[in-house]
């Protein structure tokens, strides 16, 4: 294969990682926003405050798509420096999947975090330190790439 189709082929893990981890931010954000709003529905009914701290739980998948553009760039590099496409394309596609799963699972926890906070006005600590576990595997794929990327 030539040089210019084997760097071309890493770039798509690239394309990959970063598109799947922005796919999981957007299904994930997609989820818990819709719960809070939700749950913002049922405070103005019932005339209470509603929690500003539903932003967080919506907000929480979208550093994926930062995890993935992190390891996007050192796929590109690595293309440079060349690293086989094959394990550049299946870092991108099986990290970013990794990834936004991480984000999309995020979101639905987001979403039943909305909704109980939203309805009982209690328990924000918790559901947060829920959401940093689910984090921690997006983090953890972040950093372990890195090893197979090199």
Avoid: H
Avoid at 13 to 26: D, I, R
Avoid at 39 to 44: P, T, V
């Amino acid at each position: 294969m030539d040089n210019a189709v084997a760097d071309a082929m890493g770039k798509l893990g690239g394309a990959a990682v970063l598109g799947l981890c922005a796919l999981g931010s957007a299904l994930g954000t997609g989820v818990a926003a819709l719960s809070a709003i939700g749950a913002w529905k049922k405070c103005y009914a019932q005339n209470r405050l509603a929690p500003f701290i539903l932003l967080a739980f919506v907000g929480a998948p979208l550093s994926q798509t930062i995890y993935g553009m992190i390891i996007m760039n050192r796929i590109v590099a690595s293309t440079q420096g060349g690293a086989p496409w094959q394990t550049l394309s299946a870092a991108g596609i099986f990290g970013g999947a990794a990834i936004g799963a991480s984000a999309w699972l995020q979101g639905r926890a987001g979403a039943a975090a909305s909704d109980a906070l939203g309805e009982t006005g209690k328990g924000t600590a918790n559901y947060l330190m829920a959401l940093g576990i689910i984090e921690t595997v997006a983090i953890f794929v972040l950093v372990f790439i890195g090893k197979v990327i090199g």
